[in-house]
Nanobody
Framework: VQLQASGGGLVQAGGSLRLSCAAS????????MRWYRQAPGKQRELVAG???????NYEDSVKGRFTISRDSAKNTVSLQMNSLKPEDTAVYYC??????????????WGQGTQVTVSS
């Protein structure tokens, strides 16, 4: 299973960006899709996640500003980021957990996309 992320970039504080991630390969079903981020010198943290049933959860600092969504038919997950702050600057990674056609579990990661928010 491969993940292709896109949509990062440089934006001023208060601006918006939309990240997208497409999963491809031997996918039987996807249980959860998540976005993580890692800022320089910090550990990777979970930003947002969404289940197969559509239930979502968010890290406290992004609640009300970020929205995660998925298109199950296309195996894609997006992260709409509004009211961006300099502290949102990080490399963002998509993560997908599911089953392949052999019914083996997979836990795939995207290549990371840089988000930089200037003050």
């Amino acid at each position: 299973v491969q993940l292709q992320a896109s949509g990062g970039g440089l934006v001023q504080a208060g601006g918006s960006l939309r990240l997208s991630c497409a999963a491809s390969g031997s996918i039987f079903g996807i249980a959860a899709m998540r976005w993580y981020r890692q800022a320089p010198g910090k550990q990777r943290e979970l930003v947002a996640g969404i289940t197969r049933g559509g239930a979502s959860n968010y890290e406290d600092s992004v609640k009300g500003r970020f929205t995660i969504s998925r298109d199950s038919a296309k195996n894609t997950v997006s992260l709409q980021m509004n009211s961006l702050k300099p502290e949102d600057t990080a490399v963002y990674y998509c993560n997908v957990y599911g089953l392949d056609f052999r019914h083996n579990a997979f836990d795939a990661w995207g290549q990371g996309t840089q988000v930089t928010v200037s003050s």
